[in-house]
């Protein structure tokens, strides 16, 4: 089987982590890099928790560091995910600090590099603020011919998390979300409409202690942090970035529907504001497929699923 190839740009952040677990052991694809931006915390965490977990799962892929700030957007520098992801991002889990280096590039040229090495057929998982991305597009004319599609975790058919109207990755640097939701890839959006109810249970947590692997034991333990910030009145165990990954990895999920989608980023009552042109009103045509329903039990299983096949390495 031909392993599509894919890249991992993220804000890891604890339901970052889930995902790239997932992502690691899901035998259709191969990763390429992972590229790391600043969003739930700070990019000097959100890069050293991606590096160390490469590491600790014995992963030999280049992990470069990316976007500091915004190019415009919410408070991105106000590192306002600590309440939900934990001071540095990973809950109360610290692991071992790598010994291996960064890649040397920026995230920017290492999407460019990967997109030509791919000819055409890398695919990007976007589950932070869009930054990178959009640098990306603004430094390489061509790079948007050369992604096949971008599955993302952000916006919002109807409501937010941040703002009545906002979506954290989108709020947070809405300018880029503009610029890559018009860039023409095509591309999957996965946003709260969604991903709210996708949430793993104490259930969930019992089956990869089963699986007893690394990955599976790390996962439990970043769902044990959730289920102590959902008792304490915060988020519940909600996995919005592994539900953009199953977007690609078992679209049967999910229920989506074409639509045009472009992102406000001017006003600061409806900064980040995905317009979801779900009627057609507007005459444009479709730019994304729009995640509208979820299948709960079999999103829930397939997660589990993925990380346990971590087992089958040696
Ligand atoms: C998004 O923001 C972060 O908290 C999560 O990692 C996810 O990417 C949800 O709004
Ligand atoms: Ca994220």
Redesign the pocket.
């Known amino acids: 089987m031909e392993k599509r190839p894919f890249l991992i740009d993220c ?1 890891t ?1 604890t ?2 982590a889930i995902a790239i677990m997932a992502a690691l052991y899901s035998p259709q694809i191969d990763i390429q890099a992972i590229t790391s931006v600043n ?2 915390v700070a990019e000097v965490y959100t890069s050293r928790n991606n590096l160390d977990l490469m590491e600790y799962l014995g992963k030999d892929i280049p992990v470069a560091r990316g976007a500091v700030r915004a190019l415009q957007g919410g408070g991105i520098n106000a590192e306002g ?1 600590a309440e ?2 934990g001071e540095k991002g990973l809950g109360t889990i610290q692991l071992p600090t790598a010994q291996r280096a960064f890649d040397p590039r920026v995230a920017d040229q290492v999407i460019y590099d990967t997109a030509v090495k791919c000819k055409g057929e890398l695919e990007l998982l976007v ?2 603020p869009m930054t990178n991305i959009a640098i990306a597009l603004c430094n390489h004319l061509d790079l948007a011919g050369l992604i096949k599609r971008i599955w993302f ?1 952000g916006g919002a058919a109807l409501g937010g ?1 941040v703002l009545p109207t906002a ?3 989108i709020w947070a640097d809405a300018l880029a979300a503009h610029i890559v939701t018009q860039s023409g890839i095509p591309m999957t959006m996965v946003g ?1 409409d969604v ?1 709210l109810k996708a949430v793993m249970t104490e259930e969930d947590i019992a089956l990869l202690r089963q699986a007893g692997t690394k990955a599976a034991n790390l996962t439990a333990d970043l769902l044990d942090f959730m289920v102590v910030r959902r008792d304490e009145g915060g988020e519940d165990l909600v996995m ?2 592994a539900l953009a990954l199953a977007a690609a990895l078992c679209p049967e999920c999910l229920v989506c529907k074409d639509c045009f989608i472009d992102v406000e980023f001017s006003h600061p009552y409806t900064m980040g504001y995905t317009f979801v042109d779900q009627g057609g009103r507007t005459g444009k045509a479709p730019n994304a497929a729009v995640a509208l329903d979820i299948d709960v039990p079999m999103f829930r299983r397939w997660l589990v699923e993925a990380i346990s096949r971590s087992a089958l390495e040696k």
């Open positions: 804000d952040g339901d970052d969003g739930n995910g939900c992801h589950i932070g975790m998390n979506e954290f990755n709260l991903t919005h970035d």
